[in-house]
């Protein structure tokens, strides 16, 4: 029980449940809904499931949104209160990019595994439609002069430096601080070094729009994916997608340079969603009659020098740290790509997935057989919210291990924007 390991001592952490809505296609559906609203529709969905609305049911709640209003600055703990969750259940929020799903994942986990908590649920929830617009910089100044001013006079003089120009407001920007470059645009600076073709890239993109809709049509998403202001699948997915079809998009990135390969169809759209996991120890789950549907058993993260590293060369690339982290992982836990029954690789980009494969080659590990990569389709089917994909991943690829009613493995690779990457394995025994 909580409190009562001994120092050293750490217990596996079961993957017991996950819940999502359907992910939606920015300034669609979920143009209204705020982080909170789908963050509490994901969490409210797994405490009906399990009965977890009394007092203790839930350890913690940990969760976060990479795209955040100040309203938002205590995001977890305020959808604990306004969910169905008991109102004394702690909370915390986390964010590493497009890794904070599976990052949150990690942090609840760890605190399970040292007994220091029996159950968790942790996930994230973003919205690229209702993004935070910033003051323009200059019209904060002058309001901070204003607020500062120690007369009514001398308030006024301050105000009176606003100019027409200073109201337009500060848009976030797809573009990493220290480059100016978009994911994209960086991506394809990947792709490129890499000689990633637009033929393989347009192969994937199609292949993960049937397989997702393949998931849907057996049933796979029936339990984790919940209906959510019309939608009960995710709107980016298209079942008839071929390669012959993406061919005909014009590419959007790299196009600064000859032929460039990457489109908006190999490519995955600004997204609205939400998704959470539900983890807890075996005593949890024992105590509760629930079969778990998989164990996370290991995790490593990673980051690379993307500004002044080996970028044109490939190694560096903003979105290439899972190939370091995944290697690192592997040799820790004794491990090779053959010992693995699935693999899931976040397809932020078609380019990025290739361009991981052939890294991890590089590195010495085997060929991921592509029947086993993303068999129930990824990120370029059902869309992106950056901060939801994690638990995305972690909720399926469960349901796939436990699916195939026998011992099996699973690999999880997520790239995260500041050339970060955050991977994990999950066991079926």
Known sequence: MSGSLRIGEVRRVAVVDGSRIPFARSDGPYATAGNQEMLTAV??????????????????????????????????????????????????????????????????????????????????????????????????????????????????????????????????????????????????????????????????????????????????????VVPFRGLDRDQNLRPDSTPEKLARLKPVFGTDRPDPTMTAGNSTPLTDGAAVVLLASEEWTGARRLEPLAYLTAYETAAVDFADGDVAGGEDGLLMAPAYAVPRMLERAGLGIGDFDLVEIHEAFASQVLATLAAWERRGLAPVDRARLNVAGSSLATGHPFAATGARIVATLARLLAERNAPGRGLISVCAAGGQGVTAILERP
């Open 43 to 224: 969490v409210d969905a797994l405490v009906r499931r399990h009965g977890l609305q009394g007092p203790g049911a839930v350890g913690e709640l940990v969760a976060g949104a990479v795209l955040k209003h100040s309203r938002d600055f205590n995001l977890a703990r305020e959808t604990v209160l306004g969910s169905a969750l008991d109102a004394r259940t702690p909370a915390y929020d986390i964010q590493q990019a497009c890794g904070t799903g599976l990052q949150a994942v990690i942090a609840a986990a760890n605190k399970i595994a040292l007994g220091q908590t029996e159950s968790a649920i942790a996930g994230g929830a973003d919205t690229a439609s209702d993004v935070p617009l910033g003051v323009n910089d200059t019209l904060r100044r002058i309001l901070l002069r204003a607020r500062r001013a120690k007369s009514p006079a001398a308030r006024l003089k301050a105000l009176a430096g606003i100019r027409p120009g200073h109201l337009v407001p500060d848009v976030p920007r797809n573009a990493e601080p220290r480059t100016g470059l978009s994911m994209g645009e960086h991506a394809a600076v990947t792709a490129r070094a890499w000689g990633i073709t637009r033929e393989a890239q347009d192969d994937l993109a199609a292949t993960s729009h049937r397989r997702l809709a393949a998931a849907y049509d057996r049933g796979l998403l029936r339990e984790s």
